[in-house]
């Protein structure tokens, strides 16, 4: 008989259903808050970018680039908070860790709300921004490892990739809370009033939400003490044995098979607003209807794409989504850019385009879940996740905008998504076509 791997494991069949519940919803809501919050930076960044990016003088375009740079600052603290926190949730407990994070994100994201602007205290503006960013950042960076593990570990049995997805479904609810917040405030606010106060607006909204948030993952019931990992074994020359080496590869392969949902993700769910502002001049409102019916399909496949990896395996509907995603790219752009093309047609694409991130994105977590051990999953998934993002997400926005200024190709967002995309149709073409049958390790 084999030993199990030490740590904190939750073999699904003991978990009681209220228990899975609880942290079904507990692991959810947190995610909500950081991706509401991530969503309406990217949306407000035009905005953002005059009040704390753009002194006199400096052309909006630079303001943008530099407002992406505080933007994907932020994502590069990521790995820094998955590592730190992520070794909380498998040392202390998934639990302490999930507290940690929201409380951070939430204090962080609603002083963003007080914040003195440019016109206010000069550039120190800008300087208190990015430090809030990357509190932000550090905190994003640990909530992705906790609140998966817990989710798939107390997973009923064959509803991994389901409850999984929950963690990407909260995602689309962000995203799409932050578009209903920005499209009202766009409604009813006049420009001057929206750069003025009423961009504040969304991000103090954070304030009630974690708090919701930050009783429901005390309520999480409490873990037994996680077993102490075993030291790492040593080569004859002293060097660190398999166990380790296995770790950094299996996160570099969880980067590889989630850079297309990281970059074609952000490309169509997030930066689409500012990139249609600013290259091909729609009004903020039209940008942000076409967000929010690339959100509407992302939402629409995630949960059925999940479940239906229960069934049929993680490989076979994460390179589809892959596939979808990559061919729909330059299509997708083109029908976008034309004034001749139908209202409908548009929309259909977008809503098509956010649909195939949604298939990565649906059985991705329960994916990263099945690739660690469980003494180092909080850390190992969270570090894939939180590297991939910061490399294919949070520079998303700073790369499209700087290579279009410098080379006037307004194809560059579907040249992004579409190679990305085809380097994780590879990588996922990795995974055994049996994983989502086999138990957690």
């Known amino acids: 008989m084999t030993t199990p791997a030490p740590g904190p494991v939750r073999p699904p069949a003991t978990v009681r259903p209220d228990d899975a519940r609880r942290a079904l919803v507990a692991g959810s809501v947190g995610n909500f808050i950081e991706w509401y919050e991530f969503g309406i930076y990217g949306y407000f960044a035009t905005v953002i970018a005059a009040q704390f990016f753009t002194p006199e003088g400096d052309s909006e375009v630079e303001g943008l680039v530099k407002a992406y740079a505080s933007f994907a600052l932020a994502f590069f603290f990521r790995p820094v908070g998955a590592a730190l926190f992520g070794r909380v949730g ?12 929201v409380g951070l994100m939430t204090g962080a994201t609603a002083m963003i709300g007080v914040l ?11 300087w ?20 998966v593990s817990v989710m798939t570990e107390s997973a009923p049995p064959g509803r991994r990739g389901l409850y999984g997805a929950w963690q990407s479904f909260t995602v689309a609810l962000g995203l799409l809370a932050g578009a209903a917040v920005a499209v009202v405030l766009a409604s009813v606010l006049t420009t001057a009033q929206l750069h003025g106060w009423g961009w504040r607006v969304p991000f103090l909204l954070t304030l009630p939400l974690g708090l919701v948030a930050l009783r429901l993952r005390l309520r999480l019931p409490a873990e037994e003490p996680p077993a102490p990992a075993p030291p790492p074994t040593r080569g004859p020359e002293g060097r660190p044995g398999p166990r380790r080496g296995e770790t950094v590869r299996a996160v570099l392969l969880g980067v590889g098979r989630m850079m297309g949902w990281s970059a074609a993700g952000y490309t169509f769910l997030v930066v689409l607003p ?13 940008a942000l209807l076409g967000t929010v019916l690339a ?11 999940g479940r239906l990896s229960d069934r049929i395996g993680r490989r076979t509907v994460m390179v589809a989504g892959a596939l979808l995603a990559a061919v729909l790219a330059l299509p997708l ?5 034309d004034p001749d093309g139908a209202a409908y047609a548009k929309g259909a694409a977008l809503f ?18 099945e690739m660690f051990p469980a003494r180092v999953r909080c850390t190992g998934l969270g570090l894939a996740y939180a590297l991939s993002n910061a490399v294919f997400s949070g520079c998303a926005g700073l790369i499209i905008t700087e290579v279009v200024a410098r ?4 194809d560059v967002p579907g040249y992004y998504a579409a190679a990305t995309c085809a380097v994780s149709v590879a990588a996922l073409l990795t995974l055994r076509g049996d994983d989502h049958e086999r138990a957690l390790r």
């Open 90 to 101: 498998d040392r202390v407990g998934r639990r302490p860790a999930l507290v940690l994070v």
């Open 116 to 126: 003195p602007t440019y016109a206010s205290i000069g550039a120190a503006a800008p």
């Open 128 to 147: 208190l921004l990015t430090l809030l960013r990357i509190l932000q950042g550090l905190s994003a960076g640990g909530e992705f490892g906790g609140a």
């Open 274 to 286: 500012s990139y249609l502002q600013s290259t091909l001049g729609t009004t903020f409102q039209q």
């Open 295 to 305: 959100n509407l399909g992302f939402a629409a496949s995630i949960l059925p794409a």
């Open 333 to 337: 752009l083109h029908l976008v850019q």
């Open 352 to 369: 098509a385009a956010g649909a195939g991130v949604g298939l990565m994105a649906g059985p991705g977590p329960a994916m990263l879940a």
């Open 407 to 410: 080379t006037g190709n307004v």
